[in-house]
């Protein structure tokens, strides 16, 4: 089932067109009203399908490590100025510390997390928004969640 | 010549009167019927913390010994109240410490407990037995340790799915030595680690210990230790079910389990791991309640444990179960009489689709006769199978189906779920609580309006087409108490049109709905005998009368507005210079 939470009745990704369309049903719009804007406050709330918080963070967590202990998550990444890039299996490191450890040893320099530096080179990451972000930040549970490719960067460029 | 009864006697035969419902009968015949009654009566419910005051209660019922409170609405439970709404236990503690001290008995339901409010109760109650506490949050461990420290008789503590600010394991470890009283403990919702060895001496010392839940950080290991220690158990909540044991330690644990002979439900399993279920095989077949909501079992292990447990009654799993093991359920647990299945898949955790459909409730509706309330989270459903339930178990008396895609149709015929809710409500004619879900016109609610006398509770999301929809529930279902709408397109005309209604209901909650802010004062102004509460976290003055507000909350009351109302819940009486408006609503 997927994961997203775009559950706003009027938005036409979640409405089959062959499906009786609420939209186009009578509703009673004698008062012009707009649907609030809420909705989209609760595409990322937690508040759909209705369990309770215990419930869906035992899932949340066993979500993850079910996919840790299951499936690999093999990602690209490149160095700057390298042209061929390398696969690298997430689930096999335990946190960043590894992560690191492993990378610099592949890329054969040393390679760290967040605060730019001049001299060493800096791990960042596309999410799955699309955007690049500093490695470090987020909890490592979460950071495998969002990832999709990584980027060590030349130490002047970040 | 006095006719009256003499009080002594009269309060003699009212010691035979347990059922509040008759005490209130009782306190409306005469007054001093009424001091009587009011004197005499031991235990309190009031099911909405804000429908009546503290003061009012405790005064009236100066003698009583247990008090029940429910605060928040149901659909806090989801995260659809705002934190900071209200709810707080405070009040009622100050309250009952000043005029009741022979209060022993607290249960309190989604309200905001702190520290003070804990400490309260351990320094104003002499004797204090029973503190139960469901999702309830605002204490830290360090209020447990002031209960537990303080309340040398306690028989009963229970946190059920409280959110506790966990400051580590030691409050366990300021129980007393003195302390024998123990009947039932559940701390299952917290995460820090208690000392075993205070664990263990809690348990050996206290024989009448009859309920114990641990948390998800007691090992399997000290797990075999506490239940030899406690063999006489009626129900067990175990902690993490998955660390590795030796040959030794797992044959000590199954013989610890095969000593407990009176153990009736059993829950926790936390990530319980298959080859452990043979360990449970020994207290199946006693067992009346199991609770594996937290245990991602697969279905074939379920089924193995499962085919042992002829007794059971309530079951709540997940949809791991799928339905082949939902029919092993209906052949085997005869006796079944309630079934939670909850969705695994809610977060991601089962990225294809488990075989669970709606064949899984057919199964159990015709295999089990004592069904008679189901919650069931599906990926889709039937109206054909809705049919068949409903034919198969006409005693059903909880029904709440949630097809988790909304707006999702019969899935073999396209149509609305309207015909299958119609034959859920026609034909158990003793239900009192639905949720429905799926794609859903008016005409489901014409029915529910119908057919749904006995009705208590209704839970609606993203369903209905227009205003009729309210005014079908609002109209035709003369016992609806409680009545929850999310995502639903409308609701000024119905509301208004039924005012009256509201104050024969204990609550409405309406929450991304179209209920106009004008309505909502309008509202305000015709029932001062309700409270209606706007709760927006968008500032209300600007707001022109027809913008729709973020949620409402209505409940009939005798206290009037609260006084503890936050910024971002308004009422024409805190916010006066909101005014009513004379806009007209058709």
New interface residues.
């Given amino acids: 089932?997927?994961?997203s939470n775009s559950?706003s009745?009027y938005s036409s990704s979640?409405?089959d067109s062959?499906?009786?369309s609420?939209s186009e049903?009578?509703?009673?719009l004698?008062?012009?009203?707009?649907?609030?804007s809420?909705?989209s406050q609760?595409e990322t709330?937690?508040?759909?399908?209705?369990?309770?918080?215990?419930?869906?963070d035992?899932?949340?967590s066993?979500?993850l490590r079910?996919r840790r202990y299951n499936t690999a998550l093999f990602v690209k990444v490149y160095m700057e100025g390298v042209p061929i890039g390398r696969k690298l299996d997430l689930s096999t490191f335990s946190g960043y510390e590894s992560l690191l450890e492993n990378l610099s040893h592949m890329f054969d320099t040393s390679v760290i997390c967040g605060n730019r530096d001049r001299k060493h080179h800096v791990l960042t990451y596309q999410d799955k928004d699309g955007d690049w972000m500093m490695v470090g930040d987020i909890p490592w549970d979460m950071f495998l969640e969002t990832v999709r490719r990584l980027k060590i960067t030349r130490p002047e460029r970040c | 010549m006095d006719l009256r009864l003499p009080s002594k006697v009269l309060e003699h035969i009212l010691s035979f009167v347990d059922s509040n419902e008759d005490r209130n009968s009782v306190s409306l015949v005469c007054k001093s019927w009424f001091e009587t009654e009011r004197r005499t009566r031991k235990r309190v419910f009031v099911r909405n913390c804000y429908a009546v005051t503290p003061e009012a209660v405790a005064r009236r019922f100066p003698e009583t010994r247990s008090l029940t409170l429910k605060g928040k609405p149901h659909f806090a439970?989801?995260?659809?109240v705002p934190d900071g709404w209200g709810g707080y236990a405070w009040p009622w503690i100050e309250a009952m410490a000043a005029k009741c001290p022979s209060l022993d008995e607290l249960r309190l339901k989604r309200m905001v407990v702190t520290d003070e409010c804990l400490e309260k109760i351990a320094a104003s109650f002499k004797d204090f037995k029973v503190l139960v506490l469901t999702?309830c949050e605002g204490f830290s461990t360090d209020g447990l340790a002031a209960i537990a420290v303080a309340c040398s008789n306690l028989r009963e503590l229970e946190l059920r799915?409280c959110?506790v600010e966990d400051l580590g394991g030691d409050w366990l470890s300021y129980f007393p030595e003195t302390l024998t009283s123990l009947v039932s403990l559940d701390f299952s919702?917290l995460d820090s680690e208690v000392k075993l060895s205070d664990l263990e001496r809690l348990v050996s010392r206290s024989p009448n210990l009859k309920s114990l839940k641990l948390n998800r950080a007691v090992s399997l290991d000290a797990l075999g230790s506490l239940l030899r220690l406690a063999p006489q158990l009626v129900e067990l909540g175990t902690g993490s079910f998955s660390d590795k044991l030796d040959q030794e330690a797992v044959s000590k644990l199954s013989q610890a389990f095969s000593e407990m002979k009176e153990l009736k439900s059993l829950s926790g399993l936390?990530?319980v791991l298959p080859e452990y279920i043979p360990l449970l095989y020994s207290v199946c077949p006693g067992l009346t309640s199991l609770n594996l909501?937290?245990a991602?079992v697969q279905m074939p292990d379920l089924v193995e444990l499962l085919t042992r447990c002829s007794n059971l009654q309530k079951l709540w799993v997940m949809d791991l179960i799928e339905d082949k093991g939902l029919e092993v359920v209906a052949s085997s647990c005869k006796e079944l009489r309630e079934l939670r299945v909850?969705?695994?898949?809610?977060?991601?955790?089962?990225?294809t689709?488990v075989a669970m459909t709606e064949q899984g409730l057919v199964s159990v509706s015709e295999g089990c006769p004592n069904l008679e309330s189901v919650l069931y989270?599906c990926?889709q459903f039937t109206n054909a199978a809705m049919v068949t339930i409903a034919r198969n178990r006409p005693n059903l008396t909880c029904f709440r189906l949630?097809v988790?895609?909304?707006?999702s149709?019969d899935h073999k015929t396209?149509q609305?779920l309207d015909e299958g809710f119609k034959a859920i409500v026609e034909r158990c004619k003793d239900l009192q609580r639905l949720s429905v879900s799926g794609?859903l016109?008016n005409k489901a609610f014409e029915y529910i309006g119908t057919h749904g006398k006995k009705l208590r509770m209704l839970s609606i999301?993203?369903a209905g087409?227009?205003?009729l929809m309210l005014h079908h529930l609002l109209s035709g279902c003369e016992s609806l108490n409680k009545l929850e709408i999310r995502?639903c397109?409308?609701g000024?005309?119905a509301l208004l049109e039924n005012a009256a209604k509201l104050e024969t209901m204990r609550s409405l909650w309406m929450s991304?709905c179209?209920v106009?802010f004008g309505a909502c004062k309008l509202l305000s102004q015709k029932m001062p005998k309700l409270n209606v509460e706007v709760i927006d976290e968008h500032p209300l003055e600007t707001r022109p009368d027809?913008?729709?507000v973020?949620r409402i909350y209505i409940y009939r009351t005798l206290a009037g507005p609260r006084l503890d109302m936050p910024e971002f819940v308004w009422t024409t009486q805190k916010n006066p210079e909101i005014g009513v408006s004379h806009l007209a609503?058709?």
């Fill in positions: 089932m997927e994961n559950y009745p979640s409405v062959t499906k009786p609420p049903s009578s509703v009673n004698s008062l012009s009203l707009t649907f609030p809420t909705s609760r709330s937690q508040d759909w399908p209705p369990i309770k918080p215990r419930l869906r035992t899932l949340k066993l979500c079910q | 439970d989801y995260n659809l999702s799915e959110i919702c936390w990530d909501s937290y991602t909850f969705p695994s898949g809610a977060e991601g955790l089962n990225d689709n989270f990926v949630c988790m895609e909304p707006f149709p396209q609305p794609l016109t999301a993203f087409d227009s205003d995502d397109p409308f000024d005309t991304s179209c106009s027809s913008s729709p973020e609503i058709k």
